[in-house]
């Protein structure tokens, strides 16, 4: 039994109620204050929904699998009972009239949303340093980085601030964070869950995910948010079924390229001890080279920022969200409220795509960065012809210090590099806690698999932390 | 590094609708600079009679019921969400 289906049990049976956890999960939430983990909490809707499902249980009527479990959103999921702002001021006071999908699916399940996390303004960062509120501090060290840009779900997720929490996967967004803080963070095949309700950042990358204490805890949690949904058309139809036992004499590629000597040493040390665990375990671990791997970033950043342009056209100042003051024009309320509302990460992004959307430098950029992207889906499908799963860490490095890469976009872009492979995919890959550096910072191994094969990479997952 | 002059990066910023200070004018040349420098090694790249992936899920015409689908909002509830709003209407400055 996992941890969050053991608490629901306790619920069920009276031994504790809902609203008790939500309590203690608000009381934690107080308690651990200075890691400016959270943003909001939604105090009056979340005790209400847990009186409501105490109620329920007291009348014998049936309740749902997550039943009075207290969780936490990043804040570009659509909630209730609290503001939805990306961290930007643009968006700081939005009310949303509706909710993710995501959300409805959990909510319809029993679980409770608690409040929201911090992250980077629209997701943009692998700090959560990018929020307009704020940084995040790691939860293993204050001095270091929560990482990002789902920083506040990872952290209180490790602080045990609520069992679950909710984030986005773009290019790396909760398998960092996950890594940086010792969790476990899921970020599912592309359409495995739906992305309505969420902020879109790059439409063609965004998945919603998990991070959990273990992995059984993120397998349920998927399970309850996965399925195709008509208001997500790019939603795959059901596919996704947890399955028990991984099959044995599974054969897993160790990916060289994220194995140099440019990766730190306790990174690569605790990999090379993962890896170590597999063959224990009689699966075939063999080193396995992608060289196209070097030209993922430089993708990733032509693509991603294209998307972002478009996607954040909308913030306009007119229908919601931040209208600037003292303007005579249209001009210039569109431009000076997006100027106030916007941190400069979002700018040179959104700038960056307008670049290479423009007539001029479309084929030299995002055609060639769109071509190049079918020749690494086609290196993944070569491997994934031979092996079940690839491996290799989560991030060249553990959590950096905060201020570390700030003033260089290109540093901070480059701790994105085993992230954004999968991601331009479309493929499942989970962050698994692989124990510390010497400094006692969380490292994460990085598991990979073929489209629609999340069950597997589970149930491979589940096996090794039974071990 | 690209070279992108700063007229080059005030006319991405008003492509953009963004009314940049000097300083961040400054800041982003720099910046958007070296990011196009960085992302330009994909240039090497032989990627001759590939076709491009505008997207990773196989799916194609994906149907529905053309049908309307409540979720009861009202319109006054996303008038109130606007920052400035009479007579039912969104309110904006004037565009000519």
């Given at each position: 039994m996992t941890h969050i289906s053991s608490l629901v049990a306790r619920i069920k049976n009276g031994e504790t109620t809902a609203?008790?956890?939500?309590?203690?999960?608000?009381q934690k939430a107080q308690d651990n204050h200075e890691y400016h983990a959270l943003l909001s909490l939604t105090k009056e809707r979340a005790l209400e929904r847990a009186t409501e499902i105490d109620a329920r249980i007291a009348q014998g009527e049936p309740v749902g699998e997550l039943a009075g479990v207290p969780f936490v959103a990043k804040d570009n999921f659509l909630a209730f009972g609290a503001p939805t702002t990306a961290a930007s001021k643009i968006l700081e006071n939005f009310e949303a009239p509706l909710q993710a999908t995501a959300i409805e699916k959990l909510e319809a399940a029993g679980a409770i949303c608690i409040g929201k996390a911090n992250l980077d303004a629209f997701a943009h960062g692998g700090s959560t340093e990018n929020s307009a509120f704020g940084l995040t501090k790691n939860a293993v060290n204050k001095d270091k980085v929560a990482g990002g840009s789902s920083g506040g779900s990872a952290v209180v997720t490790a602080l045990d601030i609520v069992p679950f929490a909710l984030g986005s996967d773009t290019g790396g967004s909760i398998r960092q964070p996950a890594s940086f803080n010792g969790v476990v963070g899921v970020k599912p095949t592309y359409g495995m869950v739906s992305r309505y309700g969420v902020i879109a950042m790059a439409s063609s990358t965004d998945t919603i995910g998990c991070f959990t204490k273990d992995v059984s805890d993120a397998e349920l949690v998927m399970k309850i948010m996965s399925g195709r949904d008509v208001r997500d058309m790019t939603t795959l139809p059901d596919f996704f079924e947890p399955r028990e036992q991984v099959a044995p004499g599974r054969k897993i590629g160790l990916i060289r390229e994220f194995?140099?000597?440019?990766?730190?040493?306790d990174v690569r040390q605790r990999t090379t001890e993962y890896v170590e665990k597999l063959r224990a375990q009689g699966h075939t671990v063999e080193e396995v080279s992608m060289p196209i791997l070097k030209h993922t970033l430089g993708m990733y950043y032509i693509i991603v920022p294209a998307e972002i342009s478009s996607n954040l056209a909308r913030y306009d100042g007119i229908r919601y969200g931040l209208r600037a003051e003292g303007v005579k024009t249209l001009v210039e309320l569109y431009g000076k409220t997006r100027d106030e509302g916007f941190v400069t990460e979002n700018k040179r992004r959104i700038m960056i795509g307008s670049y290479v959307l423009s007539s001029g430098f479309f084929d030299a950029y995002y055609m060639q960065a769109q071509k190049a992207r079918t020749l690494l889906v086609n290196a993944y499908n070569e491997l994934f012809n031979t092996y079940d799963a690839l491996i290799g860490p989560v991030s060249p490095t553990p959590a950096f210090g905060i201020g570390e890469n700030a003033e260089d976009p290109?540093?901070?872009?480059?701790?994105?590099?085993?992230?954004?492979?999968?991601?331009?995919?479309g493929l499942p890959a989970l962050s698994v806690?692989?124990?510390?550096?010497?400094?006692?910072?969380?490292?994460?191994?990085?598991?990979?698999?073929?489209?629609?094969?999340?069950?597997?990479?589970?149930?491979?997952?589940?096996?090794?932390?039974?071990? | 590094m690209t070279q992108i002059s700063r007229d080059d990066v005030q006319h991405l910023a008003q492509l953009s609708s963004l009314q940049l200070s000097d300083n961040e004018l400054d800041s982003l040349k720099e910046d958007i600079g070296n990011i196009l420098g960085y992302v330009q090694q994909l240039s090497e790249l032989d990627t001759t009679g590939v076709e491009p992936t505008y997207q990773v899920t196989d799916l194609e015409n994906v149907w529905r019921d053309d049908s309307v689908v409540?979720?009861?909002?009202?319109?006054?509830?996303?008038?109130?969400?606007?920052p400035e709003a009479a007579a039912h209407q969104v309110k904006v400055p004037k565009v000519l």
């Amino acid at each position: 039994m996992t941890h969050i289906s053991s608490l629901v049990a306790r619920i069920k049976n009276g031994e504790t109620t809902a609203r008790a956890q939500v309590e203690l999960a608000f009381q934690k939430a107080q308690d651990n204050h200075e890691y400016h983990a959270l943003l909001s909490l939604t105090k009056e809707r979340a005790l209400e929904r847990a009186t409501e499902i105490d109620a329920r249980i007291a009348q014998g009527e049936p309740v749902g699998e997550l039943a009075g479990v207290p969780f936490v959103a990043k804040d570009n999921f659509l909630a209730f009972g609290a503001p939805t702002t990306a961290a930007s001021k643009i968006l700081e006071n939005f009310e949303a009239p509706l909710q993710a999908t995501a959300i409805e699916k959990l909510e319809a399940a029993g679980a409770i949303c608690i409040g929201k996390a911090n992250l980077d303004a629209f997701a943009h960062g692998g700090s959560t340093e990018n929020s307009a509120f704020g940084l995040t501090k790691n939860a293993v060290n204050k001095d270091k980085v929560a990482g990002g840009s789902s920083g506040g779900s990872a952290v209180v997720t490790a602080l045990d601030i609520v069992p679950f929490a909710l984030g986005s996967d773009t290019g790396g967004s909760i398998r960092q964070p996950a890594s940086f803080n010792g969790v476990v963070g899921v970020k599912p095949t592309y359409g495995m869950v739906s992305r309505y309700g969420v902020i879109a950042m790059a439409s063609s990358t965004d998945t919603i995910g998990c991070f959990t204490k273990d992995v059984s805890d993120a397998e349920l949690v998927m399970k309850i948010m996965s399925g195709r949904d008509v208001r997500d058309m790019t939603t795959l139809p059901d596919f996704f079924e947890p399955r028990e036992q991984v099959a044995p004499g599974r054969k897993i590629g160790l990916i060289r390229e994220f194995m140099t000597e440019d990766v730190d040493a306790d990174v690569r040390q605790r990999t090379t001890e993962y890896v170590e665990k597999l063959r224990a375990q009689g699966h075939t671990v063999e080193e396995v080279s992608m060289p196209i791997l070097k030209h993922t970033l430089g993708m990733y950043y032509i693509i991603v920022p294209a998307e972002i342009s478009s996607n954040l056209a909308r913030y306009d100042g007119i229908r919601y969200g931040l209208r600037a003051e003292g303007v005579k024009t249209l001009v210039e309320l569109y431009g000076k409220t997006r100027d106030e509302g916007f941190v400069t990460e979002n700018k040179r992004r959104i700038m960056i795509g307008s670049y290479v959307l423009s007539s001029g430098f479309f084929d030299a950029y995002y055609m060639q960065a769109q071509k190049a992207r079918t020749l690494l889906v086609n290196a993944y499908n070569e491997l994934f012809n031979t092996y079940d799963a690839l491996i290799g860490p989560v991030s060249p490095t553990p959590a950096f210090g905060i201020g570390e890469n700030a003033e260089d976009p290109i540093k901070m872009y480059l701790a994105d590099i085993m992230t954004v492979p999968a991601s331009l995919a479309g493929l499942p890959a989970l962050s698994v806690p692989a124990g510390v550096t010497s400094d006692g910072l969380p490292v994460g191994v990085q598991l990979i698999g073929q489209r629609k094969s999340d069950a597997n990479l589970f149930a491979l997952a589940k096996s090794m932390e039974a071990n | 590094m690209t070279q992108i002059s700063r007229d080059d990066v005030q006319h991405l910023a008003q492509l953009s609708s963004l009314q940049l200070s000097d300083n961040e004018l400054d800041s982003l040349k720099e910046d958007i600079g070296n990011i196009l420098g960085y992302v330009q090694q994909l240039s090497e790249l032989d990627t001759t009679g590939v076709e491009p992936t505008y997207q990773v899920t196989d799916l194609e015409n994906v149907w529905r019921d053309d049908s309307v689908v409540d979720d009861h909002i009202t319109r006054e509830q996303l008038l109130t969400l606007a920052p400035e709003a009479a007579a039912h209407q969104v309110k904006v400055p004037k565009v000519l």
